[in-house]
C-alpha cells in the first residue's frame, strides 16, 4: 500500500487512542516507518528527533538489539507460560529480583501486569485488599489530584483528575481529588515555594474534611508528566510527606514515566526522597519494546498480603510474561552497565538545563523548566501576565507541527510544550533538540502574529 491508501485504511479500520476522529479524517494520520538512535522517520523520509522517546518509554532509543534478540530468544525457547497457580518462570522470578535492588530501600515484591492502567487498577485492588486484613474496612477512599493521569481503564481513569476524560465516563465513587502543584497556570501571586506548601496543604484538608479513618492511601507521580511536565516546588514533596508521616494513610506513586532514569534518579521517589507504599511502572521498564507493567509492594504491605492467608483474587493472563520479562531485564542490564542514570544525573542533564533555559528567553516562553531529561515551554501572549494567546490552546497545537515541520518531535499539552527524550542523548544532540526547538518557536510566534 502507498501511502495514501494507508492513510485511507487507517481512516477505515484503525480507531486511535485519544484522538478526534474528525481531525484523523481530515488530516491523515503520520505513517512512522524507522527508527534509529534517537530518530524515527515517516514514510514520506522526513527524520526526526524524537523528544518523546516514543511515549515516554524508548528511553534507550529505538537501536538496541540486546533487548529484541533477548525477547526473541525468549520467544523461541518459552514463549507463554502464566504465574496462576503455583506456576512462574525463570526470567520473571530474575526481573522480580532485579527490581528489589533498584527500587527503593523496603519494596522487594512486585506484582506484574501488562501496562501502567492494569497496575494502578492492581494498586486499587491492593489497597483495600491491605485494609481489610488490616480489619479497617472502611479506609475506602483514595485521594488523587487534578490534572494527574494514571491511565485509561476505569480505575486508572478515576484516579486521574483530567476533566476532558472524567465527562466521557462514570468515576468510581471513592476517589477524591485535590489541587495540583501547578506554579505556573495556578500559583498566582504566591513564590513557588509559599504556593508548593499551599498545595501540599490541601492534601490535610482532604483528609480533615473526610476523616483520616475513611482514607485509604494517597497516589500522585512525582511529577505529572502527560500533565504538562509540572515540577512541583522543592517544597511539596516534604510538605506531603510530613502529612502522610501523620496520618496512616498509604503512600502510592505512579512512576510511569519517571522510573529508570529520567529524573537522574532510578526513581522519582528517590529523587524526592519519598518512601511510597506502592510503586506503579511501565513503559521504560523495557524500553517501550515488550508491554509490561507493574506495582512494587513495599515490605509493609506485602507482609500483610502475604502472612493473612486467603487468596488474593487478581491478576491477568499476561501477568509476568516471560518474553516481557526478559526484555525487563536486558533494559535494566543497559541501564546499569552504561551508568545511563548516571550521566543523566550528572552530564546530559545539567547542560539540557543550561541549553532549555535560554529559551526562555524567546518571545512568546512565559517559563522554560526542565529536571533530569525532561522539559515544558509554556507558550504566553504576554509573558509579564502569564497570559495564553486564547482559550483554545492553538498555540500549542501550532508550535506541535512547526516542530514537527522542523525535524523534532515536541508534544502539546494544552499551551504547554514538552519534551522527554531518550536518555542516550549526546550533549550534541541536545544542541540539536534546543535549536530545532528554537526555531520552531520563531515559526509559532510569525504564525500566531
Ligand atoms: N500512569 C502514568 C503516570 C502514565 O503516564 C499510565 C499510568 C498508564 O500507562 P499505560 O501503559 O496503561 O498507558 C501512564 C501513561 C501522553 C500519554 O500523551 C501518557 C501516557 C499514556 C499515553 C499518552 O503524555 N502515560
Redesign the pocket.
Known amino acids: 500500500m502507498n501511502k495514501s491508501q494507508l492513510q485511507q485504511h487507517d481512516r477505515e479500520h484503525l480507531l486511535h487512542p485519544?484522538t478526534d476522529f474528525h481531525d484523523l479524517g481530515n488530516q491523515g494520520t503520520r505513517v512512522i516507518t524507522s527508527a534509529e538512535g534517537a530518530y524515527i522517520t515517516d514514510i514520506d523520509g522526513h527524520k526526526m528527533l524524537d523528544g518523546m522517546s516514543g511515549?515516554?518509554c524508548c528511553n534507550l532509543g529505538y537501536s538496541r538489539r540486546e533487548i529484541s534478540e533477548a525477547i526473541y530468544e525468549q520467544l523461541n525457547k518459552l514463549p507463554f507460560y502464566n504465574s496462576f497457580f503455583q506456576c512462574t518462570t525463570v526470567p520473571s522470578i530474575e526481573l522480580a529480583d532485579m527490581l528489589a535492588e533498584v527500587t527503593p530501600a523496603g519494596m522487594n515484591n512486585v506484582f506484574f501486569t501488562g501496562?501502567?492502567?492494569?497496575a494502578?487498577d492492581t494498586n486499587l485492588r491492593i489497597i483495600r485488599r491491605y485494609w481489610d486484613l488490616k480489619e479497617q474496612p472502611e479506609k475506602r477512599i483514595v485521594i488523587s489530584r487534578k490534572n494527574a493521569?494514571?491511565?485509561?481503564t476505569i480505575g486508572?481513569a478515576s484516579l486521574g483528575g483530567m476533566s476532558g476524560m472524567h465527562k466521557q465516563f462514570q468515576s468510581l465513587d471513592y476517589i477524591e481529588h485535590i489541587q495540583q502543584p501547578y506554579w505556573f497556570g495556578e500559583g498566582g501571586d504566591m513564590s513557588p515555594e509559599e504556593f508548593g506548601v499551599h498545595a501540599a496543604r490541601c492534601l490535610d484538608e482532604k483528609i480533615q474534611e473526610l476523616g483520616p479513618e475513611k482514607v485509604a492511601a494517597f497516589i500522585a507521580?512525582p511529577i505529572q508528566?502527560?500533565g504538562g511536565v509540572i515540577i512541583p516546588p522543592e517544597t511539596y514533596w516534604p510538605e506531603i510527606k510530613k502529612i502522610l508521616d501523620q496520618y496512616d494513610i498509604l503512600l502510592v506513586m505512579?512512576e510511569?514515566?519517571f522510573g529508570f532514569g529520567r529524573t537522574g534518579e532510578w526513581f522519582g521517589a528517590d529523587y524526592y526522597g519519598m518512601k511510597p507504599d506502592l510503586m506503579?511502572f511501565?513503559?521504560a521498564v523495557t524500553n517501550g519494546y515488550f508491554p509490561l507493567?507493574g506495582t512494587m509492594v513495599s515490605d509493609r504491605v506485602a507482609e500483610v498480603i502475604k502472612s493473612k492467608g486467603g487468596e488474593f483474587t487478581h491478576g491477568y493472563t499476561y501477568s509476568a510474561h516471560p518474553a516481557a520479562c526478559m526484555a525487563g531485564i536486558a533494559t535494566l542490564n543497559i541501564l546499569r552497565e552504561e551508568k545511563i542514570i548516571e550521566t543523566v544525573r550528572d552530564t546530559t542533564g545539567p547542560y539540557l538545563a543550561k541549553r532549555w533555559a535560554e529559551l526562555a528567553d524567546h518571545p512568546i516562553v512565559g517559563e522554560a523548566r526542565t529536571l533530569g531529561l525532561v522539559g515544558a515551554l509554556e507558550l504566553v501572549k504576554d509573558k509579564n501576565s502569564r497570559a495564553r494567546f486564547d482559550d483554545d490552546c492553538t498555540a500549542g497545537g501550532v508550535c506541535r507541527d512547526m516542530s514537527i515541520k522542523n525535524g523534532l518531535v515536541m508534544?502539546a499539552t494544552g499551551d504547554t510544550m514538552i519534551i522527554a527524550p531518550p536518555l542516550i542523548l549526546t550533549i550534541e544532540q541536545i544542541d540539536e533538540l534546543v535549536e530545532k526547538a528554537h526555531r520552531a518557536l520563531d515559526d509559532t510566534a510569525r504564525a500566531m502574529a
Open positions: 485519544f511515549l515516554w501496562s501502567g492502567s492494569e494502578n493521569y494514571h491511565g485509561s486508572g507521580e508528566g502527560a505512579d510511569v514515566i506503579t511501565a513503559k507493567g508534544r
